[in-house]
């Protein structure tokens, strides 16, 4: 029976991406679901090509033209957020592919693994911000989470058949972005489109502007602590230009396990939807003798300070993972609309995660009250 599949952002990159999956694949999968934030266009296209039984359009506003452009199909057309969580417990959903971003998909992804499905997680931000709520859920209910990230799912990989062998530690691998061996001074000036200039990886903006500040390997860090189960001391970081090295695992045996391929997102995609199967694809293969050399550097972060900010943040937890998540996210925007140089978003993430109140033990409620306190403070500070 082919696996009914719910893309949750199926006109961001990741979800484009995981529709050239099942695109490659049309024998195993079928897409039951897609949802889009804004995106109105892509979204009908995208259903008149795949016709899912249900499209959800974020943005209440383009209901209309979404429903009136999908007349004469057998699809149902929901809008608004809150469809998003309550078709997650629909039980024609096999696996639901979080592609949203933000703290939008939190109630969705707890929705889904209360329904015990299985969920591949494109996500960083509900499981930076909320990943012990997250990690209890799925314990509880029977969810399964298999990580899409390429460094979680390669460490995830790597953890196949090790069930009582402890880890030692796992180091996570980052290219180092566009501003590997630029000077200080060439970064403080940098625009936003020398930053956006992803030398290995296609990915959306957000994320592609914490690449270059490398606060994206420090919320991985904190990604990993929760969806591997391990203390903030056994995680580490190193720099890896080439993108080929996907992350690493140490054993206590002396014996360090990998996972390599090209840097490609449709790899950790497919594999989150055929786990724990491999299956055949037209993806380009790896050739080790064309790229000839491996090198990994240790990060620098004193020039790259999110880094440290984000394992401090990992370090003292509670809601203080939510705080650097909020405060990151207005600092690049802002950045992105040219208001602020990038190495400002560390000033903006620090200010804030001296001033927002603590909160040690965190409920689902205190995770979205300091989001948006936090949120509220870092606009300040940008002004
Ligand atoms: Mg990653």
């Known amino acids: 029976m082919k696996k ?22 049309p024998e195993l999968f079928t897409v039951e679901v897609l949802t889009a934030n804004s995106n109105a266009e ?77 969920i591949a997680l494109a996500n960083k931000e509900c499981i930076v911000v909320a990943g012990e709520l997250i990690s209890k859920t799925a314990l509880e209910y029977g969810g399964q989470i298999i990580p899409v990230d390429s460094e979680h799912s390669a460490i995830f990989q790597c953890l196949m058949g090790e069930i009582n062998n402890p880890i030692e530690k796992i180091v996570l691998t980052a290219s180092g972005g566009p501003f590997l061996n630029k000077s200080q001074v060439y970064i403080k000036n940098a625009s936003p489109a020398q930053a956006l200039a992803h030398p290995n990886w296609n990915m959306g903006n957000k994320v592609t502007i914490d690449s270059a500040t490398l606060m994206n390997k420090g919320l991985e860090a904190i990604e990993a602590r929760w969806l591997f189960d391990l203390d903030y001391s056994k995680i580490d970081v190193l720099i890896h230009p080439q993108s080929i090295v996907h992350s690493l695992v140490y054993f206590s045996d002396g014996s360090v396990k990998t996972q390599l391929s090209v840097p490609d997102m449709r790899i950790p995609i497919q594999f989150a939807l055929t786990y724990p199967q491999r299956l055949a694809t037209s993806f380009q293969p790896l050739d080790l003798i064309q790229i000839g050399t491996l090198d990994f550097l240790q990060p620098d972060v004193k020039k790259f300070r999110n880094l440290a900010l984000a394992f401090k943040a990992l370090e003292i937890g509670g809601n203080m993972p939510c705080i650097i998540n909020a405060a990151n996210d207005i600092g690049v925007q802002a950045f992105l609309d040219g208001k602020i140089g990038i190495l400002h978003i560390s000033d903006i993430v620090e200010q804030s995660m001296n001033t927002i109140p603590r909160i040690e033990k965190p409920g689902l409620s205190d995770y979205f009250e300091t989001d948006i306190l936090t949120r509220k403070k870092a606009i300040e500070l940008i002004k």
């Not at 009914?4 to 694949?25: K, M, N, Y």
């Open 42 to 118: 892509l979204l009908i296209n995208q259903a008149i090509t795949y016709l899912p039984n249900v499209v959800v359009i974020g943005d209440k506003n383009k209901y209309t033209k979404v429903s009136d452009a999908l007349i004469g199909y057998d699809i149902k057309v929901y809008a608004g957020e809150d469809s998003i969580s309550q078709i997650m417990e629909m039980d024609t959903i096999d696996i639901v592919l979080i592609g949203i971003t933000g703290l939008t998909a939190l109630v969705p992804i707890l929705t889904a693994l209360k329904n015990k499905k299985r």
């Open 4 to 25: 009914r599949i719910a893309i949750l952002g199926s006109t961001g990159s990741i979800g484009s991406q995981t529709l050239r999956v099942i695109d490659e694949q």
